[in-house]
């Protein structure tokens, strides 16, 4: 079993809708949570950040992290077509991060939004 | 805005042959990464470096990979000898901060190994 868990799609939504995408883990450490969006052919870009539990929002953007259940998720309103790409989610362990430790992607979601 | 650098952006190679990539990262970071990207898969870390030293290739191949940061800005990750399954992207990150995750990726260096 994987650390870290994201249903790869492919996810197709019309434009407006209101997009859920979620991320399951087994680690009970890590504690920093992120959200990364990829578009085709470039790299990732850090898209939400959260530490411990809670919600974030920003913008259109909510990201959701209940560690009691090992359960994050982020939440997209209003969806847009610019939208579309792969969301990756990812987190880290800050004991193991401090040694040098790494950051543990999910395998990606990929979202389209259609006009 | 600043922003991590890396070529070449596209490389196709044969088996058995050697590659290199290189990574510039966003200026004053000293933390920099090498990740792994397998299509249709999250980045895999290869290896990370704070300035010069090495601090993680846990999961670097070293009998094929390797990975210097001599001076302690910019990266070179080699691979020698290409085998098929090592096709993938190749991403370079970097960071400020060694312990919260927030990293800043490259576009990535396409390796394709026929």
């Known amino acids: 079993q994987k650390e870290v868990e994201q249903d790869p799609g492919p996810l197709s939504v019309p434009e407006g809708a209101i997009v859920s995408l979620n991320c399951t883990y087994s680690?009970?450490?890590?504690?920093?949570f992120m959200w990364y969006r990829q578009y085709s052919r470039k790299g990732p870009e850090l898209l939400m950040y959260?530490?411990?539990?809670g919600n974030k929002e920003d913008g259109r953007f909510t990201a959701q992290v209940d560690k009691s259940s090992k359960y994050i998720s982020l939440f997209i309103r209003d969806s847009q077509p610019s939208d579309s790409a792969t969301y990756l989610c990812?987190?880290?362990?800050?004991?193991?991060?401090?040694?040098?430790?790494?950051?543990?992607f999910g395998q990606g979601t990929e979202l389209s939004v259609k006009p | 805005e600043a922003e991590v650098a890396q070529s070449p952006r596209y490389k196709i190679t044969e088996k058995s042959q050697a590659v290199a990539f290189w990574c510039d990262p966003i200026?004053?970071?000293?933390?920099l990464y090498w990740y792994r990207q397998i299509l249709g898969q999250g980045p895999e870390l290869l290896v990370q470096f704070q300035d010069e030293s090495v601090v993680d290739d846990s999961q670097l191949p070293k009998d094929r990979f390797s990975a210097e940061r001599l001076k302690g800005v910019d990266s070179t990750l080699k691979i020698q000898p290409a085998e098929l399954g090592d096709s993938a992207m190749y991403l370079c990150?970097?960071?400020?901060?060694?312990?919260?995750?927030?990293?800043?990726f490259g576009e990535g260096s396409r390796l394709t190994v026929l």
């Open positions: 959260t530490y411990s539990s």
């Open positions: 990812a987190m880290s362990d800050p004991l193991e991060s401090r040694q040098g430790g790494k950051l543990i």
């Open positions: 200026s004053g970071h000293a933390t």
């Open positions: 680690n009970s450490a890590f504690q920093y």
């Open positions: 990150a970097s960071s400020l901060e060694q312990d919260t995750g927030e990293l800043f």
